[in-house]
Each structure stands twice: as structure tokens, then as C-alpha cells.
């Protein structure tokens, strides 16, 4: 019988350690293989991870399963996700971790209660996550390549930092925009849109080749609005 942790349910957990050292005097881990292989109803998790002098380092990769997508009421397509490939290392003071990951026709919305694709494909997602302990506070920088039928290699960039307070920035960049009419392509190509944040306060910066602006609110209520040609 599969063990139940809320909506988690753990069909199968297998954990091998070996070459374990351990001082107990110092509760420092000296050294030790870890493996992990665990099957649940929202991924499978397959591990493989060494402790050297109490810094552990491991690579796991994630197998989203179904029920993942349909309890979070995800609209993404069951099978637009490749593997999920996590690089991390844990010390005492810290948590830092690499997500790579990438998708292809990734939307799905319902249409009269029939499914219907949209295509937008993540080429590549590359975030690099920190955590530390002493700070409590979360760092995470991540850059991606998406295209869609609309404009192909679309670059973004996100910062996103977490402590007493939560803000984020990056950009977005689209050189080419496709399938419009010529003379509006023309004046929305070279896109780029900057952005910055936090809870009580946004701004955004566009231009193209044929204008530039801002969208900006201090109160997220009341909203700002600049463009000029």
C-alpha cells in the first residue's frame, strides 16, 4: 500500500547509503554515496548524490507525472516536459542549486470543453538558485529561450531575490517579430521590455524601432502609462 502525505502518494522509496563516515563528536559527516530512486503520484525522482567533508552535492532529475498537471489544474500539456535536471550542494550555510529544463508546444488551454494547443516552446531554461541559511534569504537568477509562432528565440532574464523583502527584474528581448502584417513588424521588431519590481510597486520600460515608453504604478492600483513614437 502507498504511503499518503496529503495529496502526495509515495508508491515507491528506495535509499542506498554507503561508504558512510561520520564523527559523531563533531556531528560532521565525513564522506558517503547516496542514491535515491522514489516513485509518487506527482513526479519520479531518481537521485545520485556524495557527501565530501559534511558538503553534500548531488544530480536529481524529475519526471513530472499526470496527476501533477491535473491537481494543480495545470494548463501546460502532459507531454511538452522533458526531464527536469537539478545540480545541487548543500553545507551548513547554504543551498545552491542549478534547474535545467525545456519544452516544447507547452500551453493547452479548453475550447467548448475540447482541449486546444498553443504553441509556445521553452528552448531552454536555465536557473541558478541560492539559499542561505544565516540571511534566510532566497536568490534566484534565471535566463530562457522561448519561441512561438510569433517570434523565434525570444531571450528572458528574471532576478528574483527573497529576504525581509521580495523583489524581481530582468528583460525580455524579440529581434524578430513574424506572421504580422510587414509594416507592423517592422515597428515592433527589436523589442525589448525591462522590468522591475516588488510587492507594493512595478515598472516597465519598452522600446522597439519605432517607439519607446513606460508603464509604471507605486501603488498597484493606480497605473502609469507613457508611449511616444
Known amino acids: 500500500m502507498p504511503t499518503v502525505i496529503n495529496v502526495v502518494h509515495l508508491h515507491k522509496l528506495v535509499l542506498d547509503v554507503d561508504n558512510l563516515k ?7 559527516c565525513n564522506s558517503a554515496d547516496i542514491t535515491l530512486d522514489a516513485q509518487t503520484n506527482l513526479s519520479n525522482i531518481n537521485q ?8 553534500y552535492s548531488a544530480k536529481t532529475t524529475l519526471h513530472p507525472n499526470e496527476y501533477l498537471y491535473h491537481y494543480y489544474k495545470l494548463p501546460i500539456r502532459k507531454e511538452s516536459l522533458s526531464d527536469i535536471e537539478i545540480n545541487f550542494d548543500i553545507t551548513r550555510d547554504d543551498i545552491k542549486a542549478n534547474i535545467k529544463a525545456s519544452a516544447t508546444n507547452i500551453l493547452q488551454t479548453s475550447d467548448n470543453n475540447e482541449p486546444k494547443e498553443i504553441r509556445v516552446d521553452i528552448d531552454s531554461l536555465d536557473s541558478n538558485v541560492s539559499y542561505i541559511f ?3 534569504k532566497l536568490n534566484a537568477k534565471s535566463r530562457a529561450i522561448i519561441s512561438t509562432p510569433y517570434a523565434k528565440d525570444i531571450k528572458v ?3 528574483f531575490e527573497m529576504d525581509k523583502n521580495i523583489t524581481y527584474s530582468g528583460d525580455i528581448k524579440a529581434a524578430k517579430i513574424l506572421k504580422l502584417d510587414a509594416n507592423i513588424s517592422k515597428l515592433v521588431n527589436n523589442l525589448y521590455i525591462k522590468y ?6 512595478a515598472r516597465i520600460d519598452l522600446s522597439s524601432n519605432a517607439f519607446t515608453g513606460d508603464i509604471s504604478t507605486q501603488n498597484m492600483k493606480n497605473i502609469n502609462i507613457n508611449l511616444q513614437s
Open 134 to 136: 544565516a540571511s534566510k
Open 196 to 201: 522591475q519590481g516588488n510587492l507594493n510597486s
Open 157 to 159: 532574464y528574471n532576478l
Open 22 to 28: 561520520f564523527d559523531l563528536s563533531d556531528m560532521v
Open 48 to 55: 545520485k548524490g556524495k557527501v565530501i567533508d559534511n558538503k
